[in-house]
């Protein structure tokens, strides 16, 4: 659903490449991952659930070059002579985390690693994630030993435009070697969580809302005048601001709406479709009252952690509210999100795990940070399932990967065992 | 509406809250987990008047021929949870006026039909210490409850046999506390602080040694000092927040100087100074979440503190500190630490019995052991599954939380108005009105 990488400076080709790069030359600096050169694995699992299809029993997965070369039962594949071998009770594919600011917010909460929000001014979508993700943060080597291993993140909720998100891998000591998508959202906030200051615009909903339309209205002029000048000289100088609301008109990404309340909802939708925007819905606490809206829309949600607080405009969120949008057929991810105070970060695991024990199935929790949560930010193509082709990005469990007792055994992310610490 | 009121005066005219049922009640079939013995396969619980009168293998307890029964199998039955520090019921922090405030109660500002207080029943909780913040040295006296069904704090309160209200008192080190004047600024001057309200109550309580019960000799009275009076006699317990090493050892240093009893709270550097907290016999009480303390003193909170605590022979048990944690979701804290390699033993004990100790409560909550108070509740399966529900709540042999209770079960999953204070909670108008 996202595009990828227009006319950012970024080929994610070339990445690979400088990956692999970066890997010789700073091999120690990826600190606890034992080694680091992707090499051919066989991951064997009890049960590997490969979230395309049904799991398998005594499966195995193979991976070369970084990327899954097979996957079926012991049976049928043969573990090539010169793999590494991994064994673990239970295989699942890499973790999604379908919005954080993992990166830009940081382990210590301490000011200087808390850029997930810029309060200069209300409508930012300039600001890029890129510019302020730090890959060497604790925070990401925390979430990846639970098994994350792709991350939507970036700037969060806090003002009404609050900028831009990427698409990361949590591996690599630079942004430029973990990011899979540079701009892949630009993120709003609707309610109470996106007004100024006192005093300042905007303090109201339906301020909000007229900011935003303006904004779009002020794109649209713009592009109207790039789409009928004649000569170069008669386009419109180049404006950041108004470049981003350009590419969402142009539906090149989506918006990302963080909203809790109904109204809130109902206010994005009618945005969205004034506009013809691509949206995401985000938080959402109070979407199972307005699911027939949301599914008429076909838009998707990534939806508050199961066990967010209920306080605040999310204070009617219900723990079950996953199970209710997934029943509806309403595409559903799982996020970590941003608290301002305890805990730092959320882990996708046991969010996921919590719907799982409130009304969805195994397979269908397991999807919301995998398989679903890869298709609504729009890389099913490399990550999400264990499927030939697409990356080894690999979890592997003790047991149920769900129960609090179970525990991450280790995590390979394109062939790299990133983390065989227990966690 | 009018069959409402009918039933709100039947409710009246039997008492405010549900009695416990003059009938002994039977509870058969479960896996029993007394705590203080080994899990029971298929037990029976026999309570009677809002206490446990047997307990034990279903062949060797025999029912009354008189008792209700209640079929429970394939359910695990426990006792009630007891949370050693929350903040349920909308307390404050504190009155930051001044750093030091042992004279305010939380008696004096719990609202009993806060939403969460509902909530903790649905995680199971029967017994909680609810706490003024962290964010003043002293913010004031804790709160013992019971949760039991009422809509005024006093249908909640412990007391002892004497009728005195049950609590501790709060204090707080480390960064939460250091503030801008008058709060102090400094790890040396809380410390200094709190040594100087100590001597003050060591010198008004020789004071009022010295004047022999004669009234005209007495000091004047001076709520704070009589506080720390209660608790220098060891008749209030000081429940200490803190959670860097130094600030722990800093805790059992004025410990051991003015001799109070204590007990450490969140403690994230427990496993740093697990031996020293050992040698001076003070239990923790511990916060066990599943992701970084979120500030620098709670960098080290690890869910294999529960673990090194246990190692050490430290009493632990665990606490919501909600609204860090939810109550609904307590369980999860020692699954968490038994994640992090604690013994399925001591954390269903750290739920439990560790934190009627901790609040001096163990010999009426905490187990399941005849002559104890009938706080229990009935689990779909193991409690440390993630899967696993509490299904009812029970104080005092009463039935508080119903998850089959629709109105219950919003509390229980959240929901439109779930968080919402409570316009009243009376078991007797939820069971007769609304089905």
Same mark, same amino acid.
């Given at each position: 659903m996202i595009n990828r990488v227009q006319g950012s400076g970024f080929r994610v080709q070339g990445l690979r490449f400088l990956w692999l790069l970066a890997l010789m030359t700073v091999t120690a600096a990826i600190a606890g991952s034992g080694q680091c050169l992707a090499q051919d694995l066989a991951v064997r699992g009890e049960t590997v659930y490969t979230m395309a299809g049904e799991p398998i029993r005594n499966g195995v997965v193979l991976i070369r070059g970084g990327k899954i070369e097979q996957v079926g039962p012991e049976k049928q594949v043969k573990i090539p002579a010169g793999y590494k071998t991994l064994t673990a009770r239970v295989v699942t594919p890499g973790l999604i985390?379908?919005?954080?600011?993992?990166?830009? =917010?940081?382990?210590?909460?301490?000011?200087?690693?808390? /850029?997930?929000?810029?309060? =200069?001014?209300?409508?930012?979508?300039?600001?890029?994630?890129?510019?302020?993700?730090?890959?060497?943060?604790?925070?990401?080597?925390? *979430?990846?030993?639970?098994?994350?291993?792709?991350?939507?993140?970036?700037?969060?909720?806090?003002?009404? *435009? =609050?900028?831009?998100?990427?698409? *990361?891998?949590?591996?690599?000591?630079? *942004?430029?070697s973990a990011v899979l998508v540079p701009s892949a959202m630009v993120a709003v906030t609707l309610g109470g969580a996106g007004f100024a200051d006192a005093g300042k615009a905007p303090g109201t909903r339906a301020k909000q809302i007229a900011m935003l339309r303006a904004e779009f209205i002020k794109a649209q002029e713009t592009l109207r005048k790039q789409e009928t000048a004649t000569t170069e000289d008669k386009k419109p100088t180049r404006d950041l601001r108004v470049e981003m609301f350009v590419r969402l008109l142009k539906r090149e990404l989506p918006l990302l709406v963080t909203a809790h309340r109904s109204y809130d909802i109902l206010s994005a939708l009618r945005l969205a479709k004034e506009f013809n925007l691509r949206l995401i819905l985000d938080g959402a606490a109070e979407s199972y009252l307005v699911m027939d809206e949301i599914k008429a829309a076909g838009v998707p949600v990534i939806l508050h952690p199961t066990m967010?607080? =209920?306080?605040? /405009?999310?204070?009617?969120l219900s723990m079950e509210t996953a199970a209710k949008l997934i029943h509806a057929g309403i595409p559903v991810a799982l996020q970590s999100g941003y608290e301002a105070y305890v805990p730092k970060t959320r882990m996708v695991l046991f969010e996921a795990g919590a719907a799982a024990a409130n009304g969805l199935t195994l397979a269908e929790a397991l999807g919301t940070i995998t398989m679903q949560a890869a298709k609504i930010l729009g890389i099913s193509d490399r990550v999400g399932s264990l499927e030939i082709g697409k990356d080894g990005d690999v979890v592997l469990f003790d047991g149920d990967p769900f129960e609090y007792t179970s525990h991450v055994k280790g995590v390979v992310i394109e062939g790299v065992l990133v983390s065989e610490e227990t966690h | 509406m009018r069959y409402r009121l009918l039933l709100v005066a039947v409710c009246l005219l039997f008492g405010w809250t549900a009695q416990a049922q003059e009938k002994p009640q039977a509870y058969v079939g479960a896996e029993i987990l007394p705590i203080t013995g080994p899990p029971i396969p298929n037990g029976t619980l026999i309570v009677h008047r809002g206490k446990i009168v047997a307990v034990g293998p279903a062949k060797s307890v025999t029912v009354p021929a008189d008792a209700e029964r209640v079929d429970v199998t394939g359910k695990v039955l426990m006792p009630g949870l007891v949370d050693s520090h929350s903040h349920i019921g909308g307390t404050a922090g504190g009155d930051g006026s001044a750093p030091l405030q042992p004279d305010a109660r939380v008696l004096d500002s719990l609202n009993v039909r806060d939403a969460g207080v509902q909530k903790?029943?649905?995680?199971?909780?029967?017994?909680?210490?609810?706490?003024?913040? #962290?964010?003043?040295?002293?913010?004031?006296? &804790?709160?013992?409850?019971? !949760?039991?069904?009422?809509?005024?704090? $006093? +249908?909640?309160?412990?007391?002892?046999?004497?009728?005195t209200i049950l609590g501790g008192l709060k204090m707080a080190n480390g960064t939460n506390s250091i503030r801008t004047a008058p709060m102090p600024g400094t790890r040396?001057? #809380?410390?200094?602080?709190?040594?100087?309200?100590?001597?003050?109550?060591?010198?008004?309580? +020789?004071?009022?040694?010295?004047? +022999?019960?004669?009234?005209?000799?007495?000091?004047?009275? $001076? !709520?704070?000092?009589?506080?720390?009076?209660?608790?220098?006699?060891?008749?209030?317990?000081?429940?200490?927040? &803190?959670?860097?090493? $130094?600030?722990?050892?800093? %805790?059992?240093?004025?410990?051991?100087?003015f001799g109070f009893r204590v007990v450490l709270h969140h403690v994230s550097d427990g496993a740093l100074v697990a031996k020293e907290i050992a040698a001076a016999g003070v239990p923790v009480s511990l916060i066990v979440i599943d992701t970084p303390g979120g500030k620098l003193e709670a960098v080290n909170s690890s869910i294999g503190t529960g673990l090194a605590l246990e190692q050490a022979g430290v009493l632990v048990g665990f606490h919501t500190d909600d609204s860090i944690t939810d109550s609904r979701l307590f369980l999860r804290a020692a699954a968490l630490a038994v994640r992090g390699g604690m013994s399925r033993e001591k954390a269903l004990f750290g739920l439990t019995m560790a934190n009627?100790?901790? !609040?001096?409560?163990?010999?009426?909550?905490?187990? !399941? +052991? %005849?002559?104890?108070?009938?706080?229990?509740?009935?689990l779909s399966g193991d409690p440390l599954s993630i899967y696993s529900k509490v299904l009812q709540t029970f104080v005092e042999g009463v039935k508080v939380f119903d998850r089959s209770n629709p109105k219950d079960y919003l509390l229980a999953v959240g929901g439109y108005g779930a968080s919402h204070d409570q316009v009243m909670h009376l078991d007797c108008y939820d069971d007769g009105g609304d089905q």
């Open positions: 985390d379908a919005h954080t600011t993992t990166g830009l =917010s940081g382990y210590l909460n301490q000011p200087g690693e808390q /850029e997930q929000v810029e309060k =200069s001014a209300p409508i930012q979508p300039e600001l890029r994630a890129l510019d302020a993700y730090n890959a060497r943060e604790r925070l990401v080597d925390w *979430v990846r030993g639970y098994g994350v291993t792709t991350m939507n993140t970036g700037h969060g909720p806090g003002t009404l *435009v =609050s900028g831009q998100t990427m698409l *990361v891998k949590t591996k690599g000591a630079t *942004v430029e967010y607080r =209920s306080t605040g /405009e999310a204070e009617n | 903790a029943r649905a995680g199971g909780i029967t017994t909680v210490n609810v706490m003024p913040g #962290s964010g003043l040295l002293s913010s004031g006296q &804790t709160l013992y409850l019971k !949760l039991r069904s009422g809509g005024t704090i $006093d +249908e909640l309160l412990l007391r002892d046999e004497q009728g040396g001057k #809380s410390a200094a602080l709190f040594r100087e309200l100590f001597v003050k109550a060591q010198d008004y309580r +020789e004071k009022i040694r010295r004047a +022999e019960g004669k009234p005209d000799q007495l000091p004047p009275r $001076d !709520l704070a000092l009589e506080t720390l009076v209660e608790v220098l006699n060891g008749k209030r317990v000081v429940h200490f927040h &803190t959670h860097r090493h $130094d600030d722990i050892l800093t %805790v059992l240093r004025l410990q051991k100087e009627a100790k901790i !609040l001096e409560l163990d010999k009426r909550v905490g187990s !399941l +052991e %005849v002559g104890k108070d009938a706080d229990f509740i009935v």
